[in-house]
């Protein structure tokens, strides 16, 4: 199982970012997915996440600005991210709670650079 993320990128404050993270190799079923982030020196946390009846929660610092989703035909979850700010910059990576053949296991996708300037 394989977790790719994209849409990352240097952006100007209040302006928007899309990320994408595709989920592929053998999936029976993924239930949780989310977004996290991880800023120099900090720890990572979360920043929003979506069940698979598409029930959300989102970090205080990111409620009425970002907007999680996901098409579970495609096994992608969206991160839609308006009103950008400088103290959202990070690196963002997806995470997945997904059960194929070996059983329930949760993965980490590879980390996507965001860069909010000033």
């Known amino acids: 199982v394989q977790l790719q993320a994209s849409g990352g990128g240097l952006v100007q404050a209040g302006g928007s970012l899309r990320l994408s993270c595709a989920a592929s190799?053998?999936?029976?079923?993924?239930?949780?997915m989310g977004w996290y982030r991880q800023a120099p020196g900090k720890q990572r946390d979360l920043v929003a996440v979506i069940s698979g009846g598409g029930m959300t929660n989102y970090a205080d610092s990111v409620k009425g600005r970002f907007t999680i989703s996901r098409d579970n035909a495609k096994n992608t979850v969206y991160l839609q991210m308006n009103s950008l700010k400088p103290e959202d910059t990070g690196v963002y990576y997806c995470n997945a709670d997904i059960t194929n053949w070996m059983g329930g296991s949760n993965y980490w996708g590879q980390g996507t650079q965001v860069t909010v300037s000033s």
């Open positions: 190799g053998s999936i029976f079923s993924i239930n949780v």
